[in-house]
C-alpha cells in the first residue's frame, strides 16, 4: 500500500515474479481489499497515504480478527527515529526506509515469510 505510483509499481514488479500481489494506492482501497476477504502472507504500508495513513490502517488492520497475525512492514520515506520506535511499539515487523536496495527488501521479506 503506497500512495506514490513509482514505489508502488517498483515493488510490484519486483514481488510479482514470486508472490501474488494486491497494490492500493490510498488506505481505503487497501481496506477495500481487506474487507472483502483478501488475507495476504505480508502487508508493505506506506505510512503517508492519502484519506488514511498507515498508522490508522495498522490499527484498523490488527482489530480484525482475520488478519491480526499477518506481519506488517512499513516502507516509508520517514527516517526519524520516533517513527521507527511507535512502528516497533505496534508490533510492526519491520520498517524499510525508501529508497531501498531491491536485494535487500527481497531479503528482508524472504526471512520474514519463512519465520
Do not use: C
Not at 510490484?12 to 495476504?40: C, R
Request: hydrophobic letters at 45%.
Amino acid at each position: 500500500m503506497d500512495d506514490d505510483e513509482f514505489y508502488l509499481s517498483i515493488v510490484a514488479d519486483i514481488l510479482k515474479n514470486n508472490y501474488e500481489v494486491y497494490t492500493a494506492k490510498s488506505g481505503k482501497d487497501a481496506m477495500g481489499y481487506l474487507h472483502n476477504g483478501v488475507v495476504p502472507d505480508l502487508i508493505l504500508l506506506d505510512i503517508l497515504m492519502p484519506d488514511l495513513d498507515g498508522w490508522e490502517i495498522f490499527i484498523r488492520i490488527r482489530a480484525m480478527n482475520s488478519l491480526q497475525d499477518v506481519p506488517i512492514v512499513f516502507l516509508t520515506p520517514i527516517v526519524e527515529s520516533a517513527e521507527v520506535k511507535h512502528a516497533q511499539e505496534l508490533g510492526a515487523v519491520d520498517y524499510i526506509t525508501k529508497p531501498y536496495k531491491i536485494d535487500g527488501l527481497l531479503n528482508r521479506i524472504e526471512k520474514i515469510l519463512v519465520k
